[in-house]
T-cell receptor
Framework: RKEVEQDPGPFNVPEGATVAFNCTYS??????FFWYRQDCRKEPKLLMS???SGNEDGRFTAQLNRASQYISLLIRDSKLSDSATYLC???????????FGSGTRLLVRP | DGGITQSPKYLFRKEGQNVTLSCEQN?????MYWYRQDPGQGLRLIYY???????QKGDIAEGYSVSREKKESFPLTVTSAQKNPTAFYLC?????????FGSGTRLTVV
């Protein structure tokens, strides 16, 4: 079983749609969680950190449920520019390395 | 501006050859990492170094070697023992949980 699992997608949605990505992690010792965005053939870039209390950054909302070991990302009012792969990431229990999910691909169509 | 630089951007290797990928950072980060990404996959950790003159194997270290003689530099050598080296290689550095990625090197075996 992978340490961080995501639905690979692709999610194909119209502009303006709301889309949700889910992620589960297996290491209960993981302390920190993130969502990264990766454009085709580019390096991943940090989208947002994920906190137990939930956090919002504009159209993006991230949630963490430690009891279920579940992480989510909600994107409201999707834009064409949101098309990318979204990587769910956990910081390893020993806090020295990032563990990446395989990514969920999002395609936003006009 | 501080950052992390990988070179070259594209690299072609003949079977049986060793090649070295460069990674340099001027962020004064102590920790550096090498990840490999295959199409449709997340990033997998090859090697990491938390301090100069020290490094540890990641999840897929076989066929790779590294050195950390200077804080700024963490070169990765892909040896002939790596049977499937064609991939996208990403270098990263971190300090206090903040990660920065290089723009990657795309290695192709011809």
């Amino acid at each position: 079983r992978k340490e961080v699992e995501q639905d690979p997608g692709p999610f194909n949605v119209p502009e303006g749609a709301t889309v949700a990505f889910n992620c589960t992690y297996s290491n209960s010792a993981s302390q920190s969680f993130f969502w990264y965005r990766q454009d085709c053939r580019k390096e991943p870039k940090l989208l947002m950190s994920v906190y137990s209390s939930g956090n919002e950054d504009g159209r993006f909302t991230a949630q963490l449920n430690r009891a279920s070991q579940y992480i989510s990302l909600l994107i409201r009012d999707s834009k064409l520019s949101d098309s990318a792969t979204y990587l769910c990431v956990a910081l390893g229990g020993s806090s020295y390395k990032l563990i990446f999910g395989s990514g969920t691909r999002l395609l936003v169509r006009p | 501006d501080g950052g992390i630089t990988q070179s070259p951007k594209y690299l072609f290797r003949k079977e049986g050859q060793n090649v070295t990928l460069s990674c340099e950072q001027n962020l004064n980060h102590d920790a550096m990492y090498w990840y490999r990404q295959d199409p449709g996959q997340g990033l997998r950790l090859i090697y990491y170094s938390q301090i100069v003159n020290d490094f540890q194997k990641g999840d897929i270290a076989e066929g790779y070697s590294v050195s950390r003689e200077k804080k700024e530099s963490f070169p990765l050598t892909v040896t002939s023992a790596q049977k499937n080296p064609t991939a996208f290689y990403l270098c990263a550095s971190s300090l206090d949980g903040t990660y920065t990625f290089g723009s990657g090197t795309r290695l192709t075996v011809v």
